[in-house]
């Protein structure tokens, strides 16, 4: 007899049911948009079933879809294809642009093929108990299969469970030790043997042993460097326990049907997502380079008058340095040198004044922001109470102005001294007339792109403090000091003494000679890019501007051509560049502080509004120095720093 619906009546028809095109008939229907109450294909999913009693072809389907092969359905869906990051994301970036051809009787190749997504998941979630039963019993594999995909995935987590780095982890422990040796045996036994207590025990125990060791692992790589490769695959082993423990659960009779079936969905859904999957893998690693970035950042936060007058001293110090390196600028982009050449040159330039503005212990203005971020999310999400936060903000605020200050009024009269011992020797400024004027007007606030140029800096300087909390990570995770103190090769050439000195020496200094060595990359190679794609940009940092605003001046001077209205508009530029630079930094480095933490954006606008309003009732808290005896208490004891 015919069915009303003559699609329905079509795929029934023949030589039998077919399970794809009836998915697919299925799948096209809504499945929130509903019908007598009834979302349209759950009315679907009941008129099929009542299809199928009615030609007694629930049997025909049942016995094609156990003929088809589950074990890769059960085993796979929702977990990467492959144990590092870069082949999973490589594989995943493939999928999206070139189709896959799977065996026609893969069960993980048809759901793959459906293009299910969550509100399908949803809408399983949603049926109702008798259509649950019903198609239950119908889809349900034999329990052999689930058996056979318990113990795939228990020899895959083993082999990732037993490499060498994730070994590593536990330095004190023999490699025999490791419970993923046990692993695979405990598995086959509760699979074949799903009603013996001591099988069910062997599992259990052999599951708690291996996740007390992810645990463990996760700990100490919490204490150390993060590798992106390494915390996949614990995230991976994660997942495939629980899948494992899912699985047996079926065997032996356990198992959550529906829920498991929603799973499977949303994780075929999801798993071909590049995004998600970076996502959820960097998250921790971005937390330790922020964590790393805060270290670092602690020591540039004056918690007291006495540290805050030191940071101007150390700032001042920065801005005599920072003269010279103006000067190397114009100088280097006179030369005739090719554009490859001239970057590598200018880069050199501004690398090597800030590393041997680290080596000196002077400070770069702009570059404290950046690092202080990470260590204001730290406290943030250890005390709920932001009344802390917003002194700590005051204090990094008030930190950033001195050491601006100092930068700024100890690079103009440095610039001038240069100018005029050139002046003196030569009988002519340091710099030509147009290279002159182009300097002084490039400082004008309100002509031009200067502003937008200045936050465009705050972006750079942010990305060098992404720099810094990497390496940081990287030498950390590597242990690169105590690998150069113990080094064979550097002990015979230097001396025992001298490679713990040199580990000591790269332990300190690593973190900032590679954020300066990127910072200084930046500020040329970045509008050099711009300029290929045809478009223009230019740095503004505060420091260097200013002084490149005296040089000009002091050039412009000696020809009788300087036009002093411009000079008043440069400084009142310089000042507006260095707030710029400061927001525009310190916003980012605390927004993705933030983010690595996993504190919610209700909690950042919350801090952000407390700040606001503090600083409307008093400035003089975020701009002047700190009261004599007032001192930043660190909540933790012994840490001065913290």
């Known amino acids: 007899m015919a069915l009303p619906d003559p699609r329905l009546d079509s795929l029934l028809s023949g030589k039998g049911p077919k399970l794809e095109p009836l998915l697919r008939w299925l799948l096209e229907a809504s499945p929130v948009a509903s019908v007598d109450g009834e979302a349209r294909r759950t009315s679907r999913l009941r008129r099929l079933q009542g299809a199928l009693d009615e030609r007694e072809l629930a049997a025909v389907l049942a016995e094609e879809w156990n003929h088809a092969s589950a074990i890769r359905l059960l085993a796979e869906t929702g977990l990467p294809d492959r144990t590092s990051l870069l082949g999973e994301g490589f594989l995943r970036l493939v999928d999206r642009i070139i189709p896959r051809l799977d065996a026609e009787g893969d069960l993980y190749a048809l759901l793959d093929r459906l293009d299910l997504d969550d509100a399908d998941a949803v809408w399983i979630e949603g049926l109702p108990e008798d259509l649950r039963t019903a198609w239950a019993s119908l889809v349900r594999p034999p329990t052999d299969i689930w058996v056979h995909a318990a113990r795939l995935l228990a020899h895959r987590a083993a082999a990732v469970g037993l490499s060498r780095d ?13 419970p993923f040796f046990n692993l695979t045996r405990a598995v086959r036994e509760r699979g ?8 069910r025990l062997a599992w259990e125990h052999c599951r708690a042993e291996c996740a007390r060791a992810l645990d463990q692992a996760h700990d100490r790589i919490e204490e150390k460097g993060v590798s992106t490769d390494l915390v996949f695959r614990l995230e991976l082993l994660q997942a495939q326990l629980e899948r494992i423990a899912q699985l047996l659960a079926f065997v032996s009779g356990d198992g959550d049907g ?100 680290q080596l000196l212990g002077f400070s770069l203005a702009s570059k404290q922001p950046a690092m202080t971020a990470a260590a204001l999310a730290r406290a943030l999400e250890a005390d709920e109470d932001q009344t802390r936060e917003i002194d700590l ?10 050491a601006t200050l100092g ?80 080094s064979h090769r550097i002990r015979a050439l230097l ?35 711009f300029a290929f794609a045809g478009i223009h940009l230019e740095v503004r940092h505060v420091t260097l ?66 700040i606001l309003r503090a600083f409307n009732r008093q400035p003089g808290r975020f701009l002047l120095p700190p009261a004599t005896g007032a001192t930043l208490e660190s909540p933790h004891p012994g840490d001065p720093h913290a």
Not at 393 to 402: G, H
Not at 583 to 590: E, G, K, M
């Open 166 to 178: 994730l070994l590593s982890l536990d330095p004190a422990g023999s490699d025999a030790d490791s």
């Open 407 to 486: 930068n700024v009024f100890a690079a103009i009269p440095a610039a001038l001294g240069i100018s005029a011992l050139w002046i003196w020797l030569s009988g002519h400024g340091p710099l030509n007339l147009d290279t002159a004027l182009h300097s002084l007007h490039g400082n004008h606030p309100f002509h031009g792109w200067t502003l937008v140029f200045a936050a465009a800096t705050g972006v750079l300087l942010w990305l060098s403090s992404l720099a810094s909390g990497w390496a940081a990570n990287w030498s950390a995770y590597r242990r690169l000091p105590e690998a150069l103190a113990q």
């Open 258 to 357: 529906p829920a498991f079936t929603v799973e499977l969905v949303r994780g075929s859904a999801s798993q071909h997502g590049f995004m998600a999957l970076l996502r959820t893998t960097v998250k921790r690693l971005a937390r330790k380079v922020v964590e790393h970035t805060g270290e670092t950042g602690e020591h540039y936060i004056a918690r007291d008058r006495r540290e805050w007058r030191l940071m101007g001293w150390s700032a001042a110090g920065g801005g005599v340095l920072t003269a010279g390196t103006a000067l190397f600028k114009y100088g280097l982009s006179a030369l005739p040198l090719a554009p490859l050449l001239l970057g590598l040159s200018l880069s050199f330039n501004y690398a090597a004044s800030f590393c041997l503005m």
């Open 393 to 402: 903000v005051a204090a990094i605020t008030r930190t950033q102005v001195i």
């Open 545 to 610: 501007q200013s002084a490149a605003l005296a040089l000009a001046s002091a050039s412009l001077w000696a020809q009788g051509a300087l036009p002093w209205a411009d000079v008043l508009w440069g400084l009142l530029g310089v000042a507006l560049i260095g707030a710029m630079n400061f927001a525009v930094s310190f916003a980012l480095a605390l927004w993705t502080a933030l983010r690595a933490r996993g504190l919610s954006g209700r909690a950042s606008r919350h801090l952000w509004w407390n």
């Open 192 to 199: 074949e043997r799903p009603q013996d207590p001591e099988a």
């Open 495 to 529: 001396g025992a003494d001298r490679a713990t000195a040199l580990g000591r020496f790269v332990h300190r200094h690593i973190s900032g000679f590679v954020g300066y060595a990127v910072l200084g990359g930046l500020l040329v190679f970045v509008p050099m890019a």
